[in-house]
């Protein structure tokens, strides 16, 4: 029953124009956020708004967080498994989408932490 919902699952995605499809466990996925706490956990990100007008010069304000590891269980507590979806984003999206001027402020991130541009580039 599992493979066939699993199976049935990388189907409908693959045809919707999916890239990558996977079904993880939910204890995995915790481990994994256990292994990587003491790189991550508590390092200060600093995240940009932009509080001008549309069309007006760029009016950011600057809040400071700190980031937080989570687990599956943080998220959603009794999950036994993780869905994961991904859809591939040609190198020059990522480009301009990840540069860091005026209006284009994007930091796409993981559960478990940062992606690096390079690193979503096949």
């Given at each position: 029953m599992t493979s066939d919902l699993t199976q049935t699952l990388v189907e409908?995605?693959?045809?919707?124009?999916?890239?990558?499809?996977?079904?993880?466990?939910?204890?995995?996925?915790?481990?994994?956020?256990?292994?990587?706490?003491?790189y991550f956990e508590g390092q200060e990100l600093f995240i940009a708004h932009d509080r001008s007008k549309?069309?007006?010069?760029?009016?950011?304000?600057?809040?400071?967080?700190?980031?937080?590891?989570?687990t599956t269980e943080?998220?959603?507590?009794?999950?036994?498994?993780?869905?994961?979806?991904?859809?591939?984003m040609h190198e020059v999206v990522l480009k301009y989408a990840t540069r860091q001027s005026g209006r284009t402020l994007f930091r796409p991130t993981l559960l478990i932490g940062s992606v690096r541009p390079?690193?979503?580039?096949s």
């Open positions: 409908f995605t693959k045809e919707l124009g999916g890239d990558l499809v996977g079904v993880a466990s939910a204890t995995r996925i915790s481990e994994i956020a256990a292994q990587v706490r003491p549309h069309y007006y010069p760029w009016e950011p304000e600057i809040e400071t967080q700190s980031r937080a590891v989570m943080d998220w959603l507590p009794g999950a036994k498994s993780v869905l994961v979806f991904g859809l591939r390079s690193a979503c580039v």
